[in-house]
């Protein structure tokens, strides 16, 4: 006698449930059998399940070491096949990776990969100016898919965005920026101002309505308004050459700073008289947060520090804390915590890649069986 025959509403609620950092779960039920198949690759279970989760979980990191780039798993994905090697990562959002070719020469042939880690889909975009000298070089990449709220970033080869900052030496001190839209295929004029130290290599960004800021490696924080391409700066809540800027609870521009073991955190606020400020509003311990084992070394350099604030990826609320024994993966959230990195990336930039892993598609069939294996 056959078993009973589970009704498709049930089976539903059942993968709904399945949690996205295992994405290997959703896979191995997509391998069961045809019918299976079709509920989780059927686009009403993919928005269900994306609006069920929030936010797109963090599956691992793109590191840059000397050169070269490679891919540290946090789950059991593992990207499509792809040679990274000669690439230096940029930035990672929205479900793609943004890399620049290694050994590059600003003034001439520089070249940039957009690769989507999930189906191995790719476009290659080349630099039009010569702009010389450059003393630092920093990009963003951002999806420009119509409606997308950016908590999955699912349409698959969708259209994107990519903003360029470029800083000339000491002697002219010039920030110039650009944008360059895939449906276009064109970049936009370059519009600058005096940076006054307003500058950084490879500056971390992230993004708040229409707005891309910036963490410069000074005291400054740039704006690259995206609808009407103005580029200006305002100082930071400290004066303090480090930090990372975030995005709010209430998903406004903030900025985290490290002060021993104490995370401060500031959100940019607009006052009575609408003079627009910072206003500090939080401060998390991280020996709460953190095993013992992190902060057990009784020395100065063992005490952690931000790495990077690329993990918040303007929805993801991640932050990545570098100690002497290894890196940490912070859910200012939640509170909850998790070891990401064996050892410390002092000399080293990481990039977290977030992003829903769901069967549907043939173009992702390679993923499927990495993960599988």
């Not at 498709?8 to 059998?33: G, K």
């Not at 989780?40 to 780039?69: K, M, W």
């Not at 004029?189 to 290599?201: K, M, Q, R, V």
Request: some cysteine.
């Amino acid at each position: 006698m056959p078993p009973p025959v589970l009704l498709t509403e049930l089976l539903e609620e059942v993968f709904l449930r399945l949690p996205p950092d295992e994405p290997e779960h959703l896979v191995r039920a997509s391998a069961v059998c045809k019918p299976w198949r079709g509920i989780l690759a059927n686009r009403g279970f993919r928005r269900r399940y994306r609006e069920r989760h929030g936010t797109s979980p963090v599956l691992g990191l793109f590191q840059n070491i000397r050169g070269d780039c490679r891919f540290v798993p946090t789950s059991a994905f593992q990207p499509a096949e792809a040679d990274i090697r000669s690439w230096v990562a940029m930035d990672c959002r929205h479900g793609r990776v943004l890399f620049c070719s290694d050994g590059m020469e600003i003034g001439g042939g520089l070249e940039f990969l957009v690769w989507d880690p999930m189906t191995g889909d790719e476009r290659r975009v080349a630099w039009p100016y010569r702009i010389d000298p450059i003393a630092c070089f920093s990009m963003a990449l951002l999806c420009a898919a119509e409606g997308c709220d950016h908590r999955g970033c699912q349409v698959q080869g969708g259209p994107f965005r990519v903003v360029a900052v470029l800083s000339t030496g000491w002697e002219s001190r010039v920030t110039s920026a650009c944008l360059y839209s895939s449906e276009t295929d064109g970049w936009s004029e370059l519009t600058s101002f005096a940076h006054l130290g307003a500058s950084g290599l490879n500056m971390p960004s992230i993004l708040v309505d229409d707005g891309l800021y910036f963490n410069s490696s000074g005291n400054q924080i740039l704006k690259y308004q995206l609808a009407t391409l103005d580029f200006s700066a305002f100082e930071k809540p400290v004066m303090f050459n480090g930090g990372e800027l975030i995005k709010t609870e209430d998903g406004g521009l903030g900025f985290a700073c490290l002060n021993n073991t104490n995370i401060t955190l500031w959100s940019r606020e607009t006052g009575p008289e609408g003079a627009v400020g910072w206003a500090q509003h939080k401060v998390i311990d991280l020996v709460m947060l953190l095993p013992d084992a992190a902060l057990s070394v009784p020395t100065l350099s063992s005490m952690p520090n931000i790495m990077r604030a690329y993990g918040f990826m303007d929805v993801t609320h991640v932050i990545l804390v570098g100690t002497d024994v290894g890196v940490y993966m912070v859910e200012l959230k939640s509170g909850r915590s998790r070891k990401v990195l064996k050892q410390p990336c002092e000399f080293s930039e990481v990039f977290p890649y977030a992003s829903f892993c769901i069967p549907d598609i043939p173009c992702v069939h390679a993923t499927m069986c990495n993960l599988l294996s």
